[in-house]
């Protein structure tokens, strides 16, 4: 059951403790995660300690080993925040000496391990929150920022935007559920936010609609998705106008007819396709609008806000994520979005690659093996995985798992649970943990989404073990 309020006691300890430090002049050291709920959680927590004024700096990474937590405790700064990331390395982290530096988690994933000692910690699961759906990093970051100072209620859209980024839409027509609703209501009821149903593409205000239609990538429309002359001729099959004398029109210039008429041609292009109609039915849902930020550029949508904070996380530019969360725009933004279109190239052409060459699909009992190495790089495995688990191309398994080779030569792989074995009890993350371990390796996430990482020597019997397991926690929770 659901602790409210022992949640929100904790977040006001740890917002006690970060104000003390702050009035003792102490600086920080904020490591965070490298995706979109990593970067906006980042950043709500930077904006937090430059308000009071405390010295910070801010480190990303894609997960924590020695070599980061080693350099943390060498460090000469005097407060060390895991930021989205942490809970799922307690034991890695107890076993480094931090020189009585103050160390403090603030994280939504499942939590491993033991506590170590003097380190606070701050985590939905510990208080009956789902941290995969309910809460994401950067909605737990926006909590504790507004109980540090009010006047941090303006990072809520942020907080949005993170959970967007982080996939946790998974109420009625993609809504936000539970906690993150809460903020975004929040969000709505001081006018930075608006919340209402509408057909959900990329780019939905800015982009030619064909255009949107082929940059939408969740869910991903085999056909469709990186395909703009098939979404030109599916837009002229359903009589729907590209143009208004010279300027082309955007998704948002249709009327409630046409709407219907695309999202009906949508679903016959899927059906000839073989795929259910009902994938289409995902286009439409709650769509998120940051009132705020300037009309026709990629922030007033918060789901394409969260795909340009994940291109610069996974197209190794973090940096400048942050920099757009922290309030740039001008040049920034423009490189923003040329790194948007390079990332949505890069993942088009993982996904046609994919679809095109059976030998990339390696089926296993309980799981589909995407063997990735030579085509999908270190820092898309998340984002390819995501978006083959919503392309309804591959639910015959429970699960599916993208694999690629690190630049140090490790083994690395993300894992989706797929939509049939939702509800099963299966619990990704901890198997993900505890065999990547028998590996020297390491792992963990939500239930339903999780990585690891080993030696690359072991990848072949890891990923027949993963099956082994994956088939007793099937058979054990079917009997």
């Known amino acids: 059951m659901a602790d409210r309020a022992g949640l929100m006691a904790r977040i006001g300890e740890m917002a006690e403790a970060i104000r003390e430090e702050a009035g003792k002049n102490s600086s920080f050291l904020v490591i965070t995660h490298f995706d979109a709920d990593g970067l906006g959680a980042g950043a709500i927590i930077c904006k937090a300690l430059m308000r009071l004024a405390a010295p910070f700096h801010l480190r990303i990474a894609q997960g924590l080993d020695e070599e980061i937590l080693g350099e943390a405790s060498r460090s000469r700064y005097g407060v060390v925040i895991f930021n989205e990331i942490g809970s799922g390395y307690l034991d890695l982290i107890g076993e480094i000496d931090f020189r009585g530096k103050k160390v403090m988690i603030i994280d939504h994933h499942q939590v491993a391990g033991d506590l170590p000692e003097g380190v606070m910690h701050l985590n939905p699961h510990e208080h009956g929150f789902d941290g995969s759906r309910e809460i994401s990093g950067s909605g737990i970051a926006f909590l504790l920022s507004k109980s540090i100072d009010e006047a941090n209620r303006d990072l809520a859209p942020l907080a949005v935007v993170g959970a967007l980024g982080d996939m946790q839409d998974g109420g009625p027509r993609r809504s936000l559920v539970s906690l993150n609703d809460e903020i975004a209501q929040f969000a709505a009821s001081i006018g930075s936010l608006e919340i209402r149903e509408d057909l959900i593409l990329h780019g939905r205000e800015t982009r030619p609609i064909h255009r949107a239609l082929a940059q939408t990538t969740s869910p991903f429309l085999p056909g469709l998705t990186g395909e703009e002359d098939r979404c030109l001729d599916l837009l002229a099959s359903a009589g729907i106008k590209v143009k208004e004398d010279d300027r082309w029109r955007v998704l948002a210039d249709l009327d409630e007819d046409e709407k219907q008429r695309l999202l009906s041609n949508i679903i016959k292009h899927l059906s000839s396709k073989g795929i259910g109609g009902e994938l289409a039915l995902e286009l439409v849902g709650k769509v998120y609008t940051l009132s705020r930020e300037r009309r026709w550029t990629p922030l007033r949508d918060g789901r394409e806000?969260?795909?340009?904070?994940?291109?610069?996380?996974?197209?190794?530019?973090?940096?400048?994520?942050?920099?757009?969360?922290?309030?740039?725009?001008?040049?920034?933004?423009?490189?923003?979005?040329?790194?948007?279109?390079?990332?949505?190239?890069?993942?088009?052409?993982?996904?046609?690659?994919?679809?095109?060459?059976?030998?990339?699909?390696?089926?296993?009992?309980?799981?589909?093996?995407?063997?990735?190495?030579?085509?999908?790089?270190?820092?898309?495995?998340?984002?390819?995985?995501?978006?083959?688990?919503?392309?309804?191309?591959?639910?015959?398994?429970k699960v599916i798992v993208v694999s690629t080779m690190t630049k140090k030569g490790e083994f690395k792989i993300s894992a989706r649970l797929l939509g049939g074995a939702r509800g099963l009890g299966i619990n990704l993350g901890s198997i993900l943990k505890e065999l990547s371990a028998k590996y020297s390796g390491q792992g963990g996430g939500h239930d339903v989404a999780a990585g690891a990482q080993i030696k690359a020597e072991f990848a072949e019997e890891f990923l027949r073990s993963l099956d082994e397991e994956l088939c007793k926690a099937a058979g054990a929770h079917a009997s």
């Not at 795909?307 to 922290?326: H, Q, T, V, W």
């Not at 190495?373 to 270190?378: A, H, S, T």
């Open 305 to 397: 806000y969260a795909s340009l904070l994940n291109a610069c996380g996974r197209m190794e530019r973090p940096g400048l994520g942050i920099s757009i969360c922290m309030g740039d725009r001008g040049a920034a933004l423009d490189e923003a979005n040329r790194t948007l279109a390079e990332y949505r190239r890069s993942l088009a052409q993982c996904m046609s690659e994919i679809y095109s060459n059976p030998s990339r699909v390696r089926a296993l009992r309980e799981i589909f093996v995407i063997l990735g190495e030579g085509l999908i790089d270190e820092g898309m495995t998340g984002a390819v995985s995501s978006m083959l688990s919503s392309s309804g191309a591959f639910d015959s398994k």
